[in-house]
């Protein structure tokens, strides 16, 4: 085998490897949700639709927005930018643009992505990215609800007050092989979506607080009702003690019977005090 001689010092070996490029960049991850049971509904037409959404919105989304498109996986993509506002403003424009194209189909066909975005140092090749920042931007959009977007808390940080969206904190999350939670964040295109969604469950929270003391109320009436009343009838109830019967003194006499005096209407007299000397 032929080897490369270097002319300046006369040595001979292999060919010296430059460093792979790191760059920060933001990685948007889309994934396309219930994609096994469309191929099975329809496995030509579905594989016809997610091409065309490819052709026709995906690809020039992401380069309207100044990104690269790394790959596509089949049923999803990867593709890199520079500027984190622009990689989740094409997150929002193409989650936007399958509600128009879902419109006109009966719910089961629908064709909705999960989109992930994140912020990280990466190894960029021809075909391919790779790092922690692509795995954490796949793993947010695997736990991203279909036609959402989820960003990472550093993208958050870069976009909160340039884009005209809102964002519900979703907290930290532990998302599989990486080793520290990531900060999740939801993207409302909507700026009165999040108000809406505080509301709501603002109104929930009283409605069971209120549910909880209507309980607690009618628990305590309850007691303080029928508890005394159910004594007074138990007593009323209860069997009246058997008279006694105490042994005569004569041997060959029957026992003596002793009735209650409220058995007989007598009512016991007080015995007079003796008189002091």
Not at 11 to 27: D, F, H, K, V, Y
Request: proline letters at 8%; glycine letters at 10%; charged letters at 25%.
């Amino acid at each position: 085998m032929a080897q490369i001689r270097d002319i300046k010092s006369g040595r001979s070996g292999e060919p010296p490897r430059t460093p792979t490029p790191r760059r920060l960049a933001a990685i948007v991850a889309g994934d396309i949700s219930g994609y096994s049971r469309l191929m099975e509904i329809d496995e030509e037409g579905t594989h016809g639709r997610v091409k065309r959404i490819e052709r026709d919105l995906i690809e020039p989304t992401i380069a309207e927005h100044y990104g690269r498109l790394i790959k596509t996986t089949g049923d999803g993509f990867i593709a890199i930018f520079d500027s984190p506002v622009e990689a989740v403003r094409c997150g929002i424009v193409i989650q936007q643009n399958m509600v128009g194209r879902n419109a006109s189909l009966p719910k089961h066909h629908w064709i909705e992505y999960r989109i992930g975005v994140n912020l990280g140092d990466v190894i960029i090749e021809a075909d391919d990215v790779y790092g922690d920042g692509v795995n954490i931007a796949s793993r947010l959009e695997g736990i991203a609800e279909p036609g959402q977007v989820f960003i990472s808390g550093g993208i958050y940080e870069q976009i909160k007050h340039k884009l005209v969206c809102g964002y519900e904190s979703l907290g930290d999350r532990k998302v599989k092989n990486i080793t520290d939670p990531v900060r999740v964040y939801r993207v409302l295109p909507d700026p009165a979506a999040l108000q809406q969604t505080r509301k709501l469950r603002e109104n929930i929270l009283i409605f069971l607080l209120s549910l909880t003391l209507l309980v607690i109320a009618g628990g305590a009436l309850w007691y303080l009702l029928l508890q005394p009343r159910g004594r007074v009838e138990r007593q009323a109830s209860a069997p009246a003690p058997p008279p006694a019967v105490m042994p005569n003194a004569t041997s060959n006499s029957p026992p003596c019977l002793i009735l209650p005096a409220s058995w007989i209407g007598i009512v016991p007299r007080e015995r007079p005090m003796p008189k002091s000397a």
